[in-house]
Every structure is written in C-alpha cells, then in structure tokens.
C-alpha cells in the first residue's frame, strides 16, 4: 500500500467517503484510495441527497466531492451539512473554474479529473495533516458558513453546469 509518510504509524486512518455521479470516476478514485494506507474508505454515494444521508449516518472524516452532479451539486451538500458534522473536503473535478470557490470554503484540495496518483497522495497526506492539527487543538472540523451562500448564488446565475437542479436528484 502506498502511503504518504513513511514514519506516520500512528495515524489513524481518515474515514472517507467518495461522491460522484460518474460510476467511472469512483471506481478509478476507489482503485487509487485503496492502495493508500492512511485511507479507510467507508461509502460512495452517487449524488448529491446520498452524500448528505451518508455523512450525517457515518461521520466521515473526508469526503472527496465532485462539485458538477445533477441535482445537488458539491456545492449544495456541503450547504446542507451543519458545521459541527463537515468533514474535511477535497474537490474532485473536471472543471478549474470552481477552485477559488472550493478554497474560499476551506477546502483541504482541489483535483482535476483524471486523478494523478502523486497529486492524489499529496491532497491525501494534506487531509492527515490538517486532521493531526485538528486533533491536537481539539477539532478539525473547518467551518465553511461564511461562503457557501455566495457560491451557491454564482453557480446558480450560470456558473454551474447549465441545468437547472432537478427535483428528480
């Protein structure tokens, strides 16, 4: 298994969760979280209701979000979850547009679809460190309510991916 420190024995493995409307797109990032030791991979939810149902049901430590989904996009779940159950985020995209907003929400890091391996383990080894300093201060959950309304708003006048969300999602 790879890992992103080799003196990191004590670290416990960061429970996470895969959201992507894409089945590619999670099997490919499935394949490449579970060669990395740091992570124990605890659900994938296929849009945006099930990624919310699943962290208020699981806790995650992590989620790796891709923000364009139908219906709720990223953007909206992280909307949706109260600050005191955010779990760390990593943006898994296809789209470079959206970065400033994903770290305006604190995002732990922001991957660009394909997902290369060594950028993976570096946004991975990221998320431990924040997760270690979270420990060590007493909580890592960031709080994120400040921007969430204003990126809603510019994903909603176009910003986003061009459809209206769909009750369907």
Sequence with gaps: AKTTKENNKYMPKL????????PLARKLLR??????????LIAECSNGREAVAATLNLAPDLLFLDIQMPGANGFDVIKALQ????????FCTAYQRYALDA???NAVDYLLKPVDDTR??????RACDRFELGNSQGQHKPSLIGAID?????IGEGGGSGSPPSEAD
Excluded: C, G, H, Y
């Design 15 to 22: 429970r996470t969760i895969i959201v992507d409307d894409e």
């Design 31 to 40: 394949v490449l979280l579970e060669q990395v030791s740091e992570i124990e």
């Design 83 to 90: 600050a005191d159950v955010m779990p760390m985020v990593i």
């Design 103 to 105: 770290f305006d929400l």
């Design 120 to 125: 993976l383990l570096r946004a991975v080894q």
């Design 150 to 154: 204003e990126i809603a708003k510019k």
